[in-house]
Every structure is written in C-alpha cells, then in structure tokens.
C-alpha cells in the first residue's frame, strides 16, 4: 500500500542532482517517467491530456484520453481529488499520492496518482500506479482474516461445549502431566472424590490424593498408559476416606507434551453382572448355536459352532456373513428368511455346512428363528446329521404318503434326496396298488409288476407292506 513515505517529502535530495540529470535527454526522461508510472500523463495547465503512456494489454480503456480532460476520465466521487491535485501542482506543493478511480467495462480501475509540475510550470506529470493487485491481495488477506475469525469462533464454542461436558460430568476426571503427574485440570467430581475445595487441585500432584499403598500401582497403570493404548483399570485408594476407585488412563499428546487423561469410579459403583445359566447352557450345549444382525453377519457364537467351523476363536468368525459357511450361496439362506416371514421360525431345514474350500459341504439340520423390531438378530441352532439318518433302517411311516408331502420337502432337503424319496413313494404306491388289485395275492402281484416273488418279498419287508409270516398265496 502507498502512504504519506511515498511522497518526496521530506526524503534526502540527490547530493549530485546537477551533474547526473543537467545532461538528461528526452529519451531518457521519457523512460523515467514510464518508469515510475504503471499510466503517466501529460496535462497542460488546465488538466487537459497532452500525451499518455500505459500498456495497453493492462488498461484498455484507456487509449482514447489524449486530448480529454483528465476530470472526465474518473467517476464522479474522484473529481475533487483531481481537482486538489491541479490545484496544489499550481501553488507549487508537494504532492502526496491520492486515489482515483477510472470507469471502464471491466468495473472500475483504482489508481493512485502523484502530480509533479515540470517545464516551469507550464506542464504536468500525472504518475499513476495500478492499485488491482493490492485490492486483490487485500481482499485475500480480508477473507483469510474473516476465515481465521470463523474458526477460531467455532473453536471457542467447541471448547466451550466441552468444558460444560467436562465440568458437569458425573464422573471424576483428571488432566494430569505425564512426566511430573501434576494436575492440570480436574472437574468438580474429582474435587469432591478426593476431598478437595473447588477449583484447588490444579498444580498439585496427583500422588498427594492417593494412599501410599496405591503409589506403587498408579505409577503402574501410568507407565502402561504412556505405551499403549489399551490399559486395564487398576483398583487404587484415595488417601482422603480410604476409598477404593478404578482408576482409568489414556495417554494423550498435545502441544509437544505428554498428558494423562484419568478417569475415577467407586469401585463399589461398578456394574456387577446377572449371572445368566442361559448364556452359560448355551455356551456348552453339543450342538452349535450362532446369532446373527440383520444383514446375517455373525454376532457371536457357541463353543460348537467355533469348533464346528475349525476356528481358533469367536473372535475369528464375527463379522462374517454366514452365506460363506451355510447353505448353498443365494438359496437356502434366502429359503430360510421366507420360512421365517411366514411362519414365524424355520424347523430342521436340511441344508449343508462349508469349511474352507470344502465345495459339497456337510450335511447338517437348522432351525431358526428372529427376533422383532427394525434391529433385528437371528438364531441358528445347527446340528450335523451326515450320514446318519440314510443308514437308518427304512420306516414306512418316514416317507412322504403324498405328492404334496414331496412337495414340503423342498428346502429342507436337496434334488437328489428329493428324487429318491420321490421312487420310494412311487414304488411303494404301485406296490400297494398291485397288492389291493390283487386281492392281496402276492404271487399275482409279483406277476402284474413283474418282479419275482423275492424281489417283491424284499420291498414288502422294506416299506413294512402286509403281513410278512403269511403267505398270501
């Protein structure tokens, strides 16, 4: 920015003025005078422009002015300015630097001129210096001023909100020095746990509120704190009342410091847990049992389902979507949540259980159920069944009567099984038929299938068809 220091006024003169400007031409005035001036005009007594000097890429509004009363070329709140200037380039003052501004279709043009009469007062030299780039450098400056404002506003309302949470706190907390352990802040829980008039803790050491016995451990559970981020309570004493706490450490840096942020709770106000024999029958029962969100990730499990899985831990499966380890990908889970939304759970659905890259899986039989509300969780009991139930011995009463039974048994079964029990209840259906056709004459029936009597004594004995100690012949 141009001030008063920018004027003549006042400066040292050149001690050799005579010798280094008496011999000065006119091309080298002219360069001078363009030197000193972003725009130099030459105005004759009445302020009328005689020549001017500007780069026209910088200011081209302003190739028309020569032969223009300089007074015209401002905006009007400018005139008096110009009018000052002449004036005082008359009486013969010295000039100090006023701004002006030029109209131009671009907006305004701010510049700031000093007026210096030459040729025995006969002319004037208007030196103009372009003001744009210091508006712009002002105007940066003026946002960043407003922006700093912002943030330190919001700042301020930030630590003022946490001060009130800091200080209405029900639980005792504590700033403390890590190098010294010198309080820096304590809310007024921590006054009134320890015994102390308000606002007094700050400066003192923290060892001086705790029991000589309990040094040792807080010095401890300090230590841990300044190394890890993960540090379990300690149970230490107040000195004051001889009161048990479990104290809290969280290492924190700020400002090129180390500093311990305490927490304090009455170690008789801990939440002590129901014991739940639910939880604990779950954990240990033989078959596996898992509960999972919403979006069928696992929540949490029992020891069967971590062993049934080949995890090392629960640990090891949360998180997990369960369609990675049950049922085929994209049926049987979806399977399970239609038999859920209609009928409320979903009973002994067979279906398969991958570990690892196994492909086929092993059989198993699930049954499910979800709990209500937007938040809802899934359990799943899940029991490996295998092989056993196809080395059962057959049981009429076990397979399908119906079409429609057949039917019911998509979902909880595969295609091959379903096929398979679709022969048997086809074969026995026939055979049933033969039997009754034939007025329960085995022989005639054997013939109408034609199978041998051996044969047809062997299915009889399978599906548990007729009396099998007579002959019915």
């Known amino acids: 920015m141009l001030t008063r220091k920018h004027s003549i006024e006042g400066k040292h003169p050149f001690g050799k003025a005579a010798e280094l400007f008496n011999t000065l031409d006119a091309d080298a005035a002219m360069k001078l005078a363009m030197v000193a001036g972003d725009v130099t005009l030459v105005l004759d007594d009445t302020g009328t422009i005689l020549d001017v000097a500007f780069d026209p890429r910088e200011f081209p509004a302003f190739a028309d002015w020569v032969g223009m009363n300089w007074i015209e070329t401002v905006t009007d709140e ?30 305004d043009v701010p510049i700031r001129y000093a007026v210096l009469s030459v040729n025995g007062g006969e002319n004037r030299i208007a030196f103009g210096r372009d003001l744009r780039e210091a508006g712009k450098l002002q105007q940066r400056l003026l946002q960043v001023q407003q922006s700093l404002e912002r943030d330190y506003l919001r700042m301020r309302q930030l630590e003022a909100r946490y001060r009130m949470l800091f200080e209405r706190s029900a639980e005792p907390v504590l700033i403390i020095e890590a190098a010294t352990l010198r309080i820096r802040e304590a809310n007024p829980a921590a006054h009134l746990l320890v015994g102390a008039r308000a606002g007094s803790l700050p400066g003192k050491k923290l060892l001086t509120f705790i029991d000589k016995n309990s040094a040792e451990a807080l010095q401890a559970l300090v230590g841990a704190a300044q190394v890890s981020d993960t540090v379990s309570p300690a149970r230490i004493r107040i000195a004051r009342g001889a009161r ?73 499966l949360r998180g997990r979507h369960l369609s990675e380890s049950i049922g085929r990908p994209g049926i049987d889970l979806d399977l399970i949540e239609g038999q859920i939304d209609q009928h409320g759970a979903a009973r ?103 199978l041998s009597r051996q044969s047809l004594y062997s299915k009889l004995h399978r599906y548990g068809l007729g009396n099998l100690t007579g002959d019915g012949d």
Not at 82 to 104: C, D, F, K, T, Y
Not at 349 to 369: K, N, P, Q, Y
Request: hydrophobic share 40%; net charge negative; proline share 5%.
């Open 78 to 107: 400018s005139r008096p300015k110009i009018m000052e200037m002449l004036a005082a380039a008359r009486r013969g003052e010295v000039q100090h630097w006023r701004q002006v501004n030029h109209p131009s279709p671009d907006g």
């Open 348 to 450: 002994n659905v067979a279906t398969v259980l991958r570990v690892g890259h196994d492909v086929d899986g092993e059989e198993i039989e699930l049954s499910a159920v979800r709990t209500s509300g937007e938040d809802a969780y899934y359990g799943f009991v899940i029991r490996p069944v295998g092989r056993r139930l196809r080395d059962l011995p057959p049981n009429a009463h076990d397979l399908p009567r119906s079409v429609e039974q057949l039917t019911d048994l998509v979902g909880r079964m595969s295609l091959k099984d379903i096929v398979r029990e679709s022969t048997d209840l086809i074969e026995r259906l026939c055979i049933e038929a033969a039997l009754s056709y034939t007025s329960d004459n085995r022989a005639s029936a054997a013939e109408i299938l034609g």
């Open 244 to 316: 048990e706490v479990m104290a809290s450490i969280t290492g924190f840096t700020q400002d090129r410091g180390q500093f311990l942020l305490v927490r304090m709770t009455l170690a008789t106000d801990r939440p002590v847990s129901d014991f739940s024999p639910v939880l604990d029958l779950i954990d240990q029962m033989p078959d596996a049992f898992v509960v999972a969100n919403a979006n069928l990730e696992i929540v949490t499990a029992n020891a069967a389902f971590v062993e049934l899985l080949q995890a090392a831990s629960v640990d090891q």
